[in-house]
């Protein structure tokens, strides 16, 4: 903060800096996120499983191969899952896009 | 048959043993048989806040190892005849109740009053693992500052883990000055973030400081306005349904003039 800043601030007219309250939510925010990374190994199990039950619904997937974990980012964390596809199924063909005769 | 309740935060610091002295009190005002545990073992205080430091002859400890019987441990409080006080040992070691014990403990207890009220130390290790043992639900203390919410956060976590569900919030220290200025979170503020029931805001006030200086929970003092905000809380613990008191400034300064000249 320059000369004026520090004035501003002497005077009480602090108005660079945000109210501090919003800078204590972001915080607590992000040091959040980073702590209930840690979840238990069962809850990633179920996750990992109820992955498997939808995505297989659309294609056939290397259920053994799959990996789904929580990684720390710089502005949070992010769920990455790696999961290899075998084979894809065909869609049931959509009427309306058959052309008429 | 009565009700387990360990009040818990994590941090230290927080107003833990205040909150347990007072809704106790409050709780044994309004009739209720109360029992207050000290679990914090080698580091007790409840007995100072209550004002029962120089009763105690027997502690926990020796409740638990058959040094004397449970009834001769309990410290009868010279305010109100149907409240109770079971220190925690002072010369022992962390490890001397085990968690079994507590829970052999609160069911003993339960018989016997309608609230067990434990005040648990600060930390997540054994002490917390054994105040929680025997209990059936949380009273989460925290203060609007970022260190004190990201423990109760946890702490919410590790209750959940033991079985002890929708764990109860008291927001203790809020300055209205402050939160109206944007300088301290808001009680929205932090519920926002930690999404769990809020059982009662508590204003910061000296109110505090003089009546831990004598030794006589606040809510024993009618013009406190803390105490009023512990009264609400016991209330609720109760069923009943109490809005949340007022934090204004003009209500707390005309409270202050008027504790003022009431000779407090």
């Known amino acids: 903060m320059g000369i004026s800043g520090v004035l501003a601030k002497f005077f ?15 915080r607590l925010r992000l040091v959040l996120v980073h702590d209930r990374m840690d979840i238990s190994e069962q809850t990633m199990d179920s996750l990992r499983e109820d992955l498997i039950a939808v995505i297989g619904r659309y294609m056939e997937i290397d259920k053994d191969a799959l990996e789904v974990s929580l990684t720390r980012e710089d502005e949070g964390v992010a769920l990455v899952a790696n ?19 | 048959m009565g009700k387990v309740i360990v009040v818990t935060s994590g941090k230290g610091g927080v107003g833990k043993t205040t909150t347990t002295a007072n809704i106790g009190t409050a709780l044994a005002m309004m009739g209720q048989k109360v029992v207050m545990v000290d679990t914090d073992i080698g580091l007790r205080n409840l007995d100072v806040v209550l004002g029962l430091e120089n009763r105690i002859v027997y502690d926990i400890v020796d409740a638990v190892r058959g040094n004397c019987r449970l009834k001769q441990a309990l410290i009868k409080d010279k305010r109100l005849e149907n409240m109770f006080l079971l220190p925690a040992a002072q010369t022992k070691d962390k490890t001397a109740v085990t968690s079994d014990q507590m829970v052999e403990l609160c069911d003993k207890l339960k018989d016997e009053f309608d609230f067990v009220i434990i005040d648990c130390p600060a930390g997540i290790e054994h002490g917390f693992k054994n105040a929680i043992a025997g209990a059936e639900e949380a009273i989460v203390v925290t203060t609007p500052e970022v260190s004190a919410v990201r423990d109760a956060d946890r702490i919410i ?5 033991a079985e002890i569900r929708a764990p109860k919030l008291i927001i203790n220290r809020i300055r209205v000055n402050m939160v109206k200025t944007g300088d301290m979170m808001s009680v929205e503020d932090i519920l926002d973030i930690l999404a769990v029931e809020l059982l009662g805001i508590v204003p910061d006030d000296d109110a505090i400081v003089i009546s831990t200086n004598r030794g006589e929970p606040t809510v024993l003092d009618s013009n406190s306005r803390p105490g009023e905000a512990f009264r609400n809380i016991a209330r609720r613990i109760c069923g009943e349904a109490v809005p949340l008191m007022s934090l ?16 407090d």
């Not at chain 1, 009480?12 to 919003?22: I, N, Q």
């Not at chain 2, 204004?248 to 000779?263: N, Q, V």
């Open chain 1, 12 to 26: 009480g007219k602090d108005t660079e800096s945000e109210a501090s309250k919003t800078v204590a939510k972001e």
């Open chain 2, 157 to 161: 976590g590790l209750l959940e883990a």
């Open chain 2, 248 to 263: 204004d400034e003009k209500r707390g300064f005309f409270g202050k003039i008027k504790s003022l000249f009431a000779g």
């Open chain 1, 83 to 101: 999961i290899p596809v075998l084979n894809l199924k065909r869609q049931p063909i959509d009427k309306s896009v058959i052309p008429e005769d």
